[in-house]
């Protein structure tokens, strides 16, 4: 039951043998950050009136049982939105292996796009880091192009994206050595 | 009627909050990889029992 606390974040779904994992990497969680200072002011929001009615319409006061309830209501809701915005960053991640990059983004509940892109497809790698907070913290966005034109790879607001950048380079440099002609070897 | 209204909000508040739960709980255990996701699932699960009781003691004080 509790084997969820014994596994590694280096294990997913459909993860082959052979396969190490060179990197997971979730948004930075400055992203997340930022949505939860939201959430912290309207977590507040029923305290601050409570206090503005006490002091300004005390003879509410018989309506206090209602108002309870109704602010109990609120944070059940508020709750549920907190654990959304934290359940949308948890399940927007990119996965670098030794074989592939993986690419699954959740926009919404029962939206999900699970994309992934073997390393010798790799044509070039960018990374863009855009403002004063970014560049600080650094994090920012990342951009494979594969071998098809049209396709791209977007890795959205990661921490060190240049240090990324060069972990796929030497994979993907690694990869095409090991395997002549993009032929698996193993089984 | 109008006496039974904090109950009747009550009951809609928590039929739709639970759905939404399952749902949430539904994505977090099923498509999150590593322990992360399942933590934060336990977590708002054991806060949403809290929660629910407080809105149930909140609706009996009325």
């Keep these: 039951m509790f084997e969820f606390l014994t596994t590694t974040s280096y294990t997913f779904e459909d993860k082959k043998s052979y396969e190490n994992v060179l990197l997971f990497l979730y948004r930075h969680w400055f992203v997340l950050f930022l949505q939860l200072i939201a959430f912290a002011l309207l977590g507040i929001l029923p305290l601050v009136l409570a206090i503005v009615l006490n002091k300004f319409l005390p003879e509410l006061e018989a309506w206090r049982p209602y108002l309870h309830f109704a602010y109990a209501i609120y944070y059940l809701f508020w709750w549920y939105g907190l654990f959304y915005r934290i359940a949308m960053y948890l399940l927007d991640y990119w996965i670098v292996t030794d074989h592939r990059i993986i690419d699954s983004e959740q926009h919404g509940f029962f939206n999900r796009t699970v994309a992934e892109l073997n390393l010798a497809k790799i044509q070039d790698i960018s990374v863009a880091i855009i403002g004063v907070i970014p560049t600080w913290l650094d994090y920012g966005n990342l951009e494979v192009q594969t071998a098809a034109a049209s396709e791209k790879f977007f890795f959205k607001e990661i921490p060190h994206p240049e240090k990324t950048k060069d972990i796929i380079m030497d994979a993907h440099n690694t990869y095409i050595k090991e395997h002549p002609g993009d032929v698996e070897t193993h089984v | ?62």
Aim: glycine share 6%.
């Design chain 2, 1 to 62: 009627m109008l006496a039974n209204l904090p109950l009747i909000v009550l009951a809609i508040a928590l039929a739709i909050f639970w759905i939404l739960a399952f749902i949430l709980l539904y994505h977090l255990v099923r498509f999150g990889v590593g322990r992360g996701p399942k933590v934060a699932a336990l977590v708002f699960f054991f806060g949403s029992l809290i929660l629910m009781i407080v809105a149930l003691f909140a609706w009996l004080n009325i």
